[in-house]
Nanobody, 122 residues
Framework: QVQLVESGGGLVQAGGSLRLSCAASGRTFSSYAMGWFRQAPGKEREFVAAITRSGGITIYLDSVKGRFTISRDNAKNTVYLQMNNLKPEDTAVYYC???????????????WGQGTQVTVSS
């Protein structure tokens, strides 16, 4: 089992940057592909980015390509989401999640963090 704890959210002006971190417990972190999802008020949770177990392959939601970067440090049991040039429409609760199967589908993810709020002001 994996426990996930996100941090790094906050309030930022449009055009600014934030880096989210997700710390995982347990010694099996490198066995899981990791993903970031987000949920805005009144909307469904959506995929943002994912990274394979080794970190060699990443995929992104089209609207964040070129602005967000997912990365991981298996020695530190941590996955990151660097978010640059933030826009008001990026405002949401951001969740990290772990899956045994690299995917952009929410249904494939077995373990979830509690989420961290990101608010982008215009």
């Amino acid at each position: 089992q994996v426990q996930l704890v996100e941090s790094g959210g906050g309030l930022v002006q449009a055009g600014g940057s934030l880096r989210l971190s997700c710390a995982a417990s347990g010694r099996t972190f490198s066995s899981y592909a990791m993903g970031w999802f987000r949920q805005a008020p009144g909307k469904e949770r959506e995929f943002v980015a994912a990274i394979t177990r080794s970190g060699g392959i990443t995929i992104y939601l089209d609207s964040v390509k070129g602005r967000f970067t997912i990365s991981r440090d298996n020695a530190k049991n941590t996955v990151y989401l660097q978010m640059n040039n933030l826009k008001p429409e990026d405002t949401a609760v951001y969740y990290c999640a772990a899956t045994g199967r690299f995917s952009s589908s929410l249904r494939e993810y077995e373990y979830w963090g509690q989420g961290t709020q990101v608010t982008v002001s215009s």
